[in-house]
């Protein structure tokens, strides 16, 4: 059974830093693009980065790049999320999402981020 | 970036019958439309991928129908599970984009 677990959300001040992980199991990680996709309370779906199985591909929406970084272990089956100088409307679910040509064919269930001082 | 506008935004049916469900790309994105379907405490799960694919797994009451820039989820039959968020995204290029999303409710 493909399983999408992530950890590492929090309260965390405006201007400060958080990394998300999400660990893999059920499938050949390495195979796998992966993705991170968030969702502000009462909102809708935001696609936020996206990474290729080798990590030779990366993409960021513009409301993160620079400030967000995805990057993967794929000895560890783990997608991570560097978030830095958060600011309020990051605060969302954010889902890790298995991907198919750019197709999200598995998501976690969410790690909640909430930046507010 | 691509936009999507999907519509209705709300939408009560009862079980039995049949409905569906709107996303208009801002351009031509072909086939390469996905449906999801969002419920309180369970993963978003993929209904349909490349405007009419059937994922594996998915009832087939579910079709998707469309290419370039609109495109149609339909489910029929009605089942009280089906009721619940969904929402369009296109796959052809980056940013990966989604629609707003439709709320199916029961009457």
């Known amino acids: 059974e493909v399983q999408l677990v992530e950890s590492g959300g929090g309260l965390v001040q405006p201007g400060r830093s958080l990394k998300l992980s999400c660990l893999a199991s059920?499938?050949?990680?390495?195979?796998?693009?992966m993705n991170w996709i968030r969702q502000a309370p009462g909102k809708g779906l935001e696609w936020v980065a996206s990474?290729?199985?080798?990590?030779?591909?990366?993409y960021y929406a513009d409301t993160v790049k620079g400030r967000f970084t995805i990057s993967r272990d794929n000895a560890k089956n783990t997608l991570y999320l560097q978030m830095t100088s958060l600011r309020s409307e990051d605060t969302a679910l954010y889902y890790c999402?298995?991907?198919?040509?750019?197709?999200?064919?598995?998501w976690g269930q969410g790690a909640s981020v909430t930046v507010s001082s | 970036d691509v936009q999507m506008t999907q519509s209705p935004y709300n939408l009560a049916a009862s079980p039995g019958e049949s409905v569906s469900i709107n996303c208009k790309a801002s351009?031509?994105?072909?086939?390469?439309l996905a449906w999801y379907q969002q419920k309180p405490g369970k993963a978003n799960k993929l209904l349909i991928y490349?405007?009419?694919s059937l994922q594996s797994g998915i009832p087939s009451r579910f079709s998707g129908s469309g290419s370039g820039t609109d495109f149609t989820l339909t489910i029929r039959s009605l089942e009280p599970e089906d009721f619940g968020l969904y929402y369009c995204?296109?796959?052809?290029?980056?940013?990966?984009?989604f629609g707003s999303g439709t709320k199916l409710e029961i009457k």
């Open positions: 059920g499938f050949t990680f390495i195979n796998y693009g």
């Open positions: 995204q296109q796959h052809n290029e980056y940013p990966l984009t």
């Open positions: 490349d405007g009419s």
């Open positions: 990474i290729s199985s080798s990590s030779s591909y990366i």
């Open positions: 999402g298995r991907s198919n040509y750019e197709v999200l064919d598995a």
């Open positions: 351009k031509s994105i072909n086939k390469y």
